[in-house]
Structure formats: structure tokens, C-alpha cells
């Protein structure tokens, strides 16, 4: 390991706004579908002073957590990732600006059920997330997954989908069409078709890679939709209901963008982001 992964690790140790339970602990009352609860769970409106939590769920170096953060300091904002090297630039960055509307939670997304009590979520954010085009239970938008947020996203609550991918828009489409989710907001390209409706917040809060992709002349695919109240999600396993292997041969290889510059700062809401 590398001597500046070491680095941000220990660092992290020091950043009151990173919690980093252990799996282990988590794993205890027996797997995936039986975890022990994490002390903060139920307990973040009192962490927050009462405000409403936002998630953000693969956040990644916590950009798109900390812009958000920043707009609404009447919301809470948490972000979620496994890659401790990544949240340290997010953790770090909130902070230094003794930003007390945000935290970050590293774990991984399968365990995200021991966190959060019923009700206690009011929106989740999923941002360009890996469309895991060859393993449907992976994909942050399954059935598997939105029986998790269920259990925690409370009435009316939203979930916001942004991504380059539209082999996961076209699957997401799918799994609340055959469940029969409310969709309030479906776009193949977010910016030329400016919905009405969505919050400023969708257009004007960018990630790294977002803003590359537009650069690129790609479209952004957006959804906002709610889980209403369904807890068992059917899965579009008909091709009349989504036909995988045509949408993924439109899509095709996806390019990796697995490193992105440390200092990348293209958009406005960004610029202070260190």
C-alpha cells in the first residue's frame, strides 16, 4: 500500500464527521440479511440537530455530498462509500469548514440497513453508480436494493438517479414500471430537456465525471422517483420487460474513468472543494 493511502488513512482516524464501522461487528447476528444495528441508527436526526438526512450512496471523494451540503444547510447529508483513500478528500473538506450538516459513513452499500431506522431518510441520491451490466443484484437500483431503502426512506420520500448509463436508466425505468413505483421525473437528457419540476440542485450541482461526460457531448439520463408503499420488488425478468442484451449492446464498452486528477475543479460548485 502507499505510503499517501496510509496517510489519508490515518488521517482519517481524525475526521469526527467519518464513520468507519466495522464489518465484522456489523456481521455478528449472521449475514447480509441479519445485521447487527449500528449505534447511529435512529439517531441521526439527533446527530444533526433534527434537520432532515439526505444520502448520497457510492459517493465517491464526497464532491456531489459537499456541494449539496453547502446549498441546504437546513438538510443533513451523508455520504457512502467503501474507498477510505476517496471519502478522506470529503471528510477532510468538511472539516477544515467545520461544516456540521454533513458526515460521511465508510461501509459497504449491502449494509447500508444497519444505519438507518424506518422513516429516518428523506432522499437518496445515487450518482453515476457502476451499471453492473452483468450482475442485476449489484446494480443500486434492484430490487434487492429498494427493499434496503424501504425499510428506511420515509413517506413520500425521493430518490434521485443521475447517470451517464442508459442501460441502467432503461433498467431502472423498468423496475419501477413492473412494480409500479411513482416516477415524477424521466429524462434521456437531462440537460436539453430541462424538466419542470426538478429541484435547482440537479442541473447546477455537477460531479467530476458528470461534467467530463457533458463535455464529451454525452447525455445526462436523470429519474425521480418514490417507493410509495411496496417492500417486495419484482424484478423485470420478461425481455418485454427490459431486454438486457439489446441495451447493453447499445451501450457497448464503457470507458473506465477509474482515476480522476485530485485537483479537477471544473464547475463553479467545485471550486473551493480541496
Not at 434537520?51 to 444547510?73: D, F, H, M, Q, W
Not at 427493499?147 to 413520500?156: D, I, K, T
Not at 418514490?226 to 438486457?244: A, I, K, Q, Y
Request: aromatic share 12%.
Amino acid at each position: 500500500m502507499g505510503h499517501d493511502k496510509l496517510r489519508k488513512f490515518a488521517e482519517n482516524e481524525t475526521f469526527p464527521c467519518l464513520v468507519q464501522p466495522s464489518s465484522r461487528d456489523l456481521l455478528a447476528e449472521g449475514g447480509f440479511f441479519n445485521l447487527k444495528d449500528h449505534p447511529l441508527k435512529g439517531r441521526w436526526a439527533e446527530r444533526f440537530g433534527g434537520r432532515p438526512t439526505v444520502l448520497e450512496l457510492g459517493c465517491g471523494k464526497g464532491e456531489y455530498t459537499i456541494a449539496l451540503a453547502s446549498r441546504n444547510p437546513d438538510k443533513s447529508y451523508v455520504g457512502v462509500d467503501i474507498k477510505g483513500a476517496r471519502l478522506w478528500k470529503g471528510a477532510r473538506h468538511a472539516t477544515l469548514n467545520s461544516m456540521d450538516n454533513v458526515a460521511f459513513l465508510r461501509t459497504r452499500i449491502e449494509f447500508i440497513s444497519a444505519f438507518f431506522a424506518p422513516g429516518e431518510v428523506d432522499q437518496i441520491w445515487l450518482t453515476f453508480s457502476d451499471p453492473q451490466m452483468k450482475s442485476e443484484n449489484s446494480r443500486l437500483t434492484s430490487p434487492l436494493f429498494l427493499a434496503r431503502y424501504a425499510g428506511f426512506l420515509a413517506p413520500g420520500g425521493k430518490i434521485h438517479l443521475k447517470t451517464d448509463s442508459r442501460f441502467l436508466y432503461e433498467y431502472t425505468s423498468a423496475v419501477c414500471r413492473v412494480n409500479g413505483l411513482r416516477v415524477d421525473v424521466a429524462t434521456t437528457d437531462l440537460y436539453a430537456d430541462r424538466p419542470s419540476g426538478v429541484e435547482p440542485e440537479v442541473m447546477e450541482v455537477q460531479t467530476f465525471y458528470e461534467s467530463m461526460f457533458l463535455d464529451m457531448g454525452l447525455p445526462i439520463n436523470y429519474m425521480e422517483f418514490g417507493l410509495g408503499d411496496v417492500r417486495e420488488f419484482r424484478h423485470p425478468s420478461d425481455p418485454s420487460e427490459f431486454d438486457s442484451r439489446l441495451w447493453r449492446e447499445r451501450e457497448g464498452d464503457r470507458r473506465s474513468f477509474g482515476h480522476a486528477p485530485s485537483d479537477a475543479s471544473p464547475k463553479k460548485e467545485r471550486k473551493n472543494f480541496v
